[in-house]
């Protein structure tokens, strides 16, 4: 069998390839059709309540649907009063500042561009997706207002419109959310990763019944490694989970994840004996258990399998894929109720508006600054050309920084594409050849969620198509869902395309090529900062107060798991990218993958053992266990930070023995067993295990990740 890196071939540059990615993407998979009916009966049901209530601006609600539709739907409910609260907020900013500032120009220009670096701004540090959205869609489109030579009573008229087409927009989706999805908590996460183990599960059967993998096994496995994981990540991210539920399932996603990318590369036929096929079928039995484990809430059982050389060598995919099932219940370090982690009524109080790191991260400002320019470079020319037509620039820079945080140019073309294809063939087409005949609201709507509908099946593509439905749309909207009209003017149309792709020019001039880094140089960037942020983390907790300690250790907790999405991020962000150091960033983005599902399960094992560093009852030792413990975690740290200096290219001088600190701290803690009560062996042998992973996590580590 030949090795991942032997199976993957180089695309064909002909159109056959072109038109396999899209059978590939736009092909139905399970739920896709009752996602995209809850986003076009969402967007089409608010398009006839502000038409019926003569609602301006049902452009923002409209793509507002689309956007939250695909998140948690209890989130959406959840955060309804938080979003209410932040639209009146938005709404009082801009009429209360801007009653200061109108009458004075220069003035009124620095609020403009203040305005605009604080919505970025929310956008990168607001914890709450939906949250950020409103926020930056009631600023964006309610500045811009008051730039007209119109009355103040007109100016306040259309602020208070706007966030009423805002709230409509929020109510009508929650609404349909409730109706149309009742799942328990943690569905949203674990449904997808059971759909992703029954196709795995099935070509693994296939193998140990007859040796090769029938068509629909290799269909399915291979559409399912196209979608990826970035969804599930990005649901984890912005839920309500606890941190350390967030923590764990991000590692199980991430693992289950390259399961499904390794099955992916299997050949369809392979010669296999009849222990191969023992292997093949006692691995689909323990991907079973785990389904059922993870639908029922129940935390895995522990899993080891059988090393053999001989057919690691022979068939090197089924052993990582072996290695891989087990850090499944790896990931649940210290083997609590799954339950335990959902979230509560109490939770959902505790969560935090904004991120941890809000104003101690550099990243927010600068992807603020990014934006501010952006949208402020977008003010200046069309003010300065007198073209106020085009003022949809920068509700689309907001918009464009919505869908993702660092941009590439392959994104800015589907952005550019759907453009093209929501204003000119589908915006100004229904001018020209459907409009004049239609005089009444029923074709209207049919029209409406006929392109609703269009977007939204590329919408639910993986993130390399799904750009290009939420331009689509935009484009579509902002045409014809701008005011309270039938839009038959090609002129109005036009201004607003061309806002909208000024808009695109704008965020792909700043972010790419002004201020913009190569994904595979960010992806590493990201994989060191991730390693050295755990190494960190292991050193914790320094002498002090126990409650400052405990803040650190959280706040160190929150920023790997962000620093785990960045690396994850970067890494789709390849995928995207080409040029002459393609191949590499390709091969590089392999081995960070890889490596990331051991860097997961070492940080969640850490986070168990933190209980033990800090002494917090009844997780107390004897004293000796505690030194060598100690040492144990220094040596951890520093493997980490050697590990570190190789991916950045340093030399290191220092000569490790975690080998060795293991050692001692096993013999201390085999020394102190027989002293203690019966609850302290519990502990002692607690910690051996949590340790006894983390030191063979951290030299397998030290020893695949090359100098």
Known sequence: MATLAQTIQ?????WSWFRDFLREELSPYPGRFGIVARMTFSATLIMIICEALRVPDAFQACILALLVTRESPRATVRSSFLIAAVMCVGGLYVLCSAYLVISIPGVHFFWILISFFLTFYALSAINDYLTAVIFAIVISVAVPLWDRYVSAETNVEDT????????????????????????????????????????????????AEKATISAASKKMIDKLALRGTSLLHRLLRRSEYSLHYRAQMNAVVSAVGRLVDTCSALPENVSLTAGDCKRFNDLAKTLAGFRADLIRRRIPAPIHFIEDDETALRLPLLHEMENLAALIPAAFADYRVMGEYLPTSDDSRKSKFLATDAFTNTRHAKFALKGCLAAGLCYVVYNAIDWPGISTSVTTCFLTALTTIGSSRQKQLLRFAGAVVGGFIFGMGAQIFILPYIDSIFGFTILVAAVTA???????????????????????????????????????????????????????????????????????????????????????PLPGDSKVALDRAFGLREKITSDFDT?????????????????????????????????????????????????????QVPQDVSLAHQEFEKETARTLDVIADRVEGKPSTTEGNLHESFDRLKQSIDTAMPQQSAEKREVLQALLLLTTRSEEIAAWLDDRIPA
């Open 454 to 540: 269009f977007s939204a099946w590329f919408l639910t593509c993986s993130p390399r198509l799904s750009y290009f439905g939420v331009q689509v749309a935009l484009a579509f909207y902002l045409i014809n869902l701008e005011e309270f009209t039938v839009q038959t003017s090609l002129a109005v149309a036009r201004d607003r395309v061309v806002g909208v792709l000024l808009g695109l020019f704008a965020m792909w001039f700043v972010f790419d090529q002004l201020w913009g880094t190569p994904a595979g140089v960010e992806m590493r960037r990201a994989f060191v900062l991730t390693v050295r942020s755990i190494a960190q983390y292991v050193r914790e």
């Open 10 to 14: 180089k695309a064909p540059s002909s």
């Open 567 to 619: 690396m994850r991020a970067m890494a789709d962000a390849v995928l995207l990218e080409f040029g002459l150091a393609r191949p590499q960033n390709l091969a590089l983005r392999k081995r960070i993958q890889e490596w990331s599902a051991r860097l997961r399960t070492l940080f969640l094992t850490e986070s168990a053992l933190w209980k033990y560093r800090a002494q917090l009852p009844p997780f």
């Open 160 to 207: 208070l419109w706007l966030i009423l087409s805002a709230i409509i927009a929020v109510l009508v989706t929650s609404v349909v959310e409730l109706i149309f999805v009742r799942r328990k908590p943690g569905d949203d996460i674990v449904v997808p990763l059971a759909e992703r183990l029954t196709a795995i599960e099935a070509v693994l059967n296939d193998f």
